[in-house]
């Protein structure tokens, strides 16, 4: 089978057990291919692997976020279509993120420039439609750069408390809070 078959099963892994905790017993487990078998899909090892996740991370995000965004509607139908699909991505708030994930331990070295680039383009892409709406340029980048805090600190206390209430609350509000005028 092409590596791309084992890309989803690497991206539920390393969003568990981020870089330096996926083993690979684990990553064998995970894929069932043996040692060997992975080293031939990935030459470069576990690193090889991670970046081949972020690259579908990267498609995932253009596809069910971005164009999204990018797309017809106000600014709070198509922020609210970007919510959809974060609380989907996040099982509600029960799954945790791996951007935030592989910023911890030896990961954060190897990977931070395009974990960087992921998050610079999904805020630009929220404030390019609060722009579109009529909002200050500089606030505009402002709530794009609020957005991610909002989704990341309520996915980060809902995994501490093991209750995704405060994910769901601020997935719920969020549209609506971004386009609120100051």
């Known amino acids: 089978m092409p590596k791309e078959t084992y890309i989803p099963s690497l991206f539920g892994l390393f969003r568990q057990y981020g870089y330096d ?12 291919l043996g040692k060997a078998s992975l080293y031939h899909h990935f030459p470069d090892g576990k690193e090889e692997m991670v970046e081949a996740v972020l690259s579908y991370s990267d498609d995932w995000l253009q596809e069910n976020v971005l164009t999204p965004l990018a797309n017809e509607g106000t600014a709070q139908e198509r922020l609210q279509k970007m919510c959809d699909r974060i609380d989907d991505l996040y099982a509600g708030g029960t799954q945790p993120c791996l951007l935030a994930i592989l910023q911890a331990g030896t990961g954060r070295d190897v990977f931070h420039g395009q974990v960087n680039a992921l998050l610079k383009r999904w805020i630009g892409a929220i404030a390019r439609v609060l722009a579109q709406a009529g909002m200050d340029d500089r606030l505009a980048h402002q709530r794009g750069e609020d ?14 408390l093991k209750d995704p209430s405060p994910f769901q609350r601020v997935i719920q509000a969020l549209p609506e809070e971004l386009c609120r005028q100051p």
Not at 21 to 32: E, H, N, P, Q
Not at 147 to 160: D, K, P, T, Y
Request: hydrophobic fraction near 60%.
């Open 21 to 32: 905790g996926a083993t690979l017993a684990k990553i064998s487990a995970a894929t069932g």
């Open 147 to 160: 957005a991610i805090i909002a989704i990341q600190g309520a996915l980060m206390l809902s995994q501490g």
